[in-house]
């Protein structure tokens, strides 16, 4: 039986929150089954496979470094594998001398199979904090691999949230990276030539 390929709309999606947006996704996807269900249906859906693993943009590199191509057969027997912040896209861009990792909301077991998998390769200028902050990431054994001389960290400064947490920013500190958090510095920018790297935090909260 052939198998028709169906595309999911994405237009007219209207994401309020994370929550939100997985919900009217969720009401779209069973709306277009219903629409067209029927023997040999199939939902276009990439595999950890095919993500791309390097590009060039310009002259910037652009390394797709998580998740491997057999995480989702991995999931199957490593619980910790079906948390979705896991399975987010890490991605390493440099340009020249400088780069920035941007590890998205994975956590200490994605962060330590990252870290076996790529060692030295995760290296990097500058860091996005994985998820946020909170101590659910940014383990020792991740921060040693990357040693960023400064880290960015998106997060809204909720009181009592813990992101965030005081013992991420500790070991961040700890190894002198400089942190620049955009509930305090509001949008925070950096620029480089390949070679210098100057970071401009909107707010000055000194």
């Not at 652009?62 to 896991?86: A, C, K, T, V």
Request: glycine fraction near 8%.
């Amino acid at each position: 039986t052939p198998v028709s390929v169906m595309p999911i709309p994405f237009a007219d999606l209207t994401p309020f929150t994370r929550e939100d947006a997985r919900d009217v996704w969720k009401a779209k996807v069973a709306e277009a089954v219903a629409r067209r269900k029927g023997p040999g249906l199939a939902l276009a859906s990439p595999s950890c496979d095919d993500l791309p693993r390097e590009a060039m943009i310009g002259s910037a590199r652009w390394e797709g470094l998580y998740p491997p191509g057999d995480f989702p057969e991995r999931s199957q027997f490593q619980h910790w594998r079906r948390n979705e912040n896991n399975n987010s896209v890490v991605v390493r861009v440099s340009l020249g001398d400088v780069s920035v990792l941007i590890p998205g909301d994975i956590m200490q077991p994605a962060e330590k199979d990252l870290v076996g998998l790529v060692g030295e390769r995760l290296r990097s200028t500058a860091l996005i904090a994985p998820h946020h902050g909170s101590r659910s990431s940014s383990s020792q054994e991740f921060i040693r691999a990357v040693s960023p001389k400064a880290v960015l960290i998106s997060c809204a400064g909720r009181p009592g949230s813990g992101i965030p947490h005081p013992q991420v920013l500790q070991r961040y500190e700890a190894i002198g990276a400089g942190v620049y958090r955009t509930a305090r510095h509001g949008a925070v920018q950096l620029t480089t030539d390949g070679h210098e790297v100057e970071i401009i935090p909107f707010l000055n909260p000194h």
